[in-house]
């Protein structure tokens, strides 16, 4: 059973700062996904990693992805009241053959 | 185009009773995959379906069933259903038998009382 781990579990910060939550596993992704989840709703989707070393930006979120792929990180610069949620990375193997594996997120809060 | 609808939003079933609930994916996704999401343990991966077949399974017993149409649409079912069964279901399709990306209904919230 692959695993992802994710950390931190949670994050409270002021408005304006940075910060970076961490996806890790010890098996290889074939692909990784990061989703944000607002209470009530179902996850959406932010961006797909493919390729070990790829970094995509989206506005002031910049997601990134292992050289080894086993591992990502989101970093958000100038953190608004907007960003807060949960926010889940996922993991397919053997190409989605077998689904996707979603990590435990990080509550993310951003305090005006 | 239209996103993932999940029907109902919320339910309240007593302990014992049966329950299904329902996910029309994204116009032309053939497959859809249910997970379960409750606060300790996260979003856990209950089956997928692909072209009216379920390619995988979670580990949930087997009071937890579900099917697909022809049409793509997808039905879960839980039976004799238990206080822990309390919890977030969300359904998510995906245009590829292979899924490497997941969009997600806004789910179903099931209370058992």
């Known amino acids: 059973t692959q695993l992802l781990e994710q950390s931190p579990q949670f994050l409270s910060i002021q408005e304006g700062e940075n910060l970076t939550v961490y996806c890790n596993s010890s098996?290889?992704?074939?692909?990784l996904q990061w989703y944000r989840q607002e209470p009530g709703e179902g996850p959406v989707l932010l961006v797909t990693?493919?390729?070990g070393g790829e970094v995509k930006k989206l506005k002031r979120l910049t997601f990134q992805f292992g050289d080894a792929r086993k591992d990502s990180s989101l970093h958000i610069t100038a953190a608004q009241p907007g960003d807060t949620g949960l926010y889940l990375c996922?993991?397919?193997w053997g190409g989605g053959a077998d689904g996707l594996t979603f990590g435990k997120g990080t509550h993310l809060i951003i305090q005006p | 185009k239209a996103g993932v609808t999940q029907t109902p939003r919320y339910l309240i079933k007593t302990r014992g009773q049966q329950v299904t609930l329902s996910c029309s994916p994204i116009?032309?996704?053939?497959?859809v995959s249910w997970y379960q999401q409750t606060p300790g343990q996260g979003l856990q991966f209950l089956f997928e379906?692909?072209?009216?077949?379920?390619?995988n399974k979670g580990n949930f017993p087997g009071r937890f069933s579900g099917r697909q149409f022809s049409n793509s649409r997808s039905e879960m079912n839980v039976s004799t259903l238990e206080l822990g069964d309390s919890a977030l279901y969300l359904c998510?399709?995906?245009?590829?038998?292979?899924?490497?990306?997941?969009?997600f209904g806004q789910g179903t919230r099931l209370t058992v009382v």
């Open positions: 998510a399709s995906s245009p590829r038998m292979e899924v490497t990306e997941a969009f």
């Open positions: 116009s032309g996704h053939r497959s």
């Open positions: 379906y692909f072209s009216e077949t379920q390619r």
């Open positions: 098996s290889v992704f074939s692909s």
């Open positions: 990693v493919v390729t």
């Open positions: 996922a993991g397919a």
